[in-house]
């Protein structure tokens, strides 16, 4: 199976700043990514999937970019309502795989 | 709009059979969609497990340590999870999804808790 590995781990941000979360793939996933918000008590809410391409309704703030093993989720000007964890995806190769998840909190 | 809603025992008992219910509003399983299984364990880790088709084909995940098997009741528009001689590493919060391609998931349930004790 492919590893997905994120860092941070938790990520502690003040509002209005731009956070950056980093996703690596164990092999190149060729842009097969994708970025779910979950916030607490809720199920995953997908955000972002061909690693770039922003599902419908997501706010523009959110942003992706990546290729090869390399992808990250940028979000500008943080809100609070961003207050989440963070899950990348790969699905390139079966079984999709995610990683382990980035804990984002307000500073 | 489409709208997944789990269900299930809540606790189950180690080496016994767990059967969860994904039922689905707004849309036909059988007119599209990938139908899929995900569970998330306490320490938030995901893992996909498996999906039927519209048409009723089923792939599943081969990394699992136990066995699964997903089936549906058409006429109720519901598909299902079994998972055989369960142990304490099953016990995890289980959502079904639905998705155009299978790829990624656009749609949730909002997951059914599961506890494997005795």
Known sequence: DIQMTQSPASLSASLGETVTIECRASEDIYNGL?????????????LIYNANSLHTGVPSRFSGSGSGT???LKINSLQSEDVASYFCQQYYNYPPT?????????? | Q?????SGPGLVKPTQSLFLTCSVTGFSITSGYYWIWIRQSQGKHLEWMGY??????????PSLKSPISITRETSKNQFFLQ????TTEDTAMYYCAGDPGGNWFAYWGQGTLVTVSS
């Open chain 2, 2 to 6: 489409m709208q997944l809603q789990e």
């Open chain 1, 98 to 107: 995610f990683g382990g998840g980035t804990k984002l909190e307000l500073k």
């Open chain 1, 34 to 46: 994708a970025w779910y918000q979950q916030k607490p008590g809720k199920s995953p809410q997908l």
């Open chain 2, 52 to 61: 039927m088709t519209y048409s009723g084909e089923t792939f599943y995940n």
């Open chain 1, 70 to 72: 390399q992808y990250s």
């Open chain 2, 83 to 86: 998972l055989n001689s369960v």
